[in-house]
């Protein structure tokens, strides 16, 4: 699928089938997804902030690198999913499955983590700070991630 570099930004899109997508590097800022199918959609280094992808299905989607400050993933469907050096600052993840899915690297300061399901979850060198929402008694550095203190804060 190929698609013009600014035709989804702040696009309004419901139940569409992206499929296989090549949306890698693309502006999708504010572009909503609501109820989505983007398996296996590639959208590495893509900027998606305050994007929303709720009920989205991204089973095995890429997001390498990708902006997703502000983004929306509630009730997502993330299995097998990369999203590893993403900046997911602020984003919601509450509800969503993280099944066997990839976010070395991520940072998710200030992200509300209370995802549904993390089961072989790969989190190493994650970043995550005081204002992280994580789920109750999940121990983030038996992940390998990272606490982020900003100076001046204890």
């Given at each position: 699928m190929?698609?013009g570099l600014?035709e989804?930004?702040g696009a309004?899109?419901?139940?569409q089938d992206?499929l296989?997508?090549d949306?890698?590097?693309?502006?999708?800022?504010?572009?909503?997804?609501?109820?989505?199918?983007l398996r296996?959609?590639c959208?590495d280094w893509?900027?998606?902030?305050?994007?929303?992808f709720d009920?989205a299905r991204?089973?095995?989607?890429?997001?390498?690198?990708?902006h997703?400050?502000?983004?929306?993933?509630r009730h997502?469907?993330?299995?097998?999913a990369?999203?590893s050096g993403?900046c997911?600052i602020g984003?919601d993840?509450?509800?969503a499955t993280l099944?066997?899915?990839?976010?070395?690297?991520?940072?998710?300061c200030g992200?509300?983590?209370?995802?549904?399901?993390?089961e072989q979850l790969?989190?190493?060198?994650?970043?995550?700070d005081?204002a992280?929402?994580?789920?109750?008694?999940f121990r983030?550095?038996?992940?390998?991630m990272?606490r982020r203190i900003?100076?001046?804060?204890?």
């Open positions: 190929e698609l600014a989804l930004r309004q899109i419901e139940r992206f296989r997508a949306l890698s590097g693309r502006d999708l800022a504010g572009a909503v997804f609501r109820d989505c199918e296996v959609a959208l893509a900027n998606l902030e305050a994007a929303r009920h991204l089973m095995s989607a890429t997001f390498r690198y990708a997703l400050r502000g983004a929306s993933l997502a469907s993330l299995k097998g990369d999203l993403a997911l984003a993840l509450t509800g099944r066997q899915a990839n976010l070395s690297g991520a940072n998710l992200a509300d983590c209370r995802w549904s399901d993390g790969v989190l190493a060198g994650a970043l995550y005081g992280t929402i994580l789920p109750p008694a983030p550095h038996e992940y390998g990272i900003t100076a001046g804060r204890a």
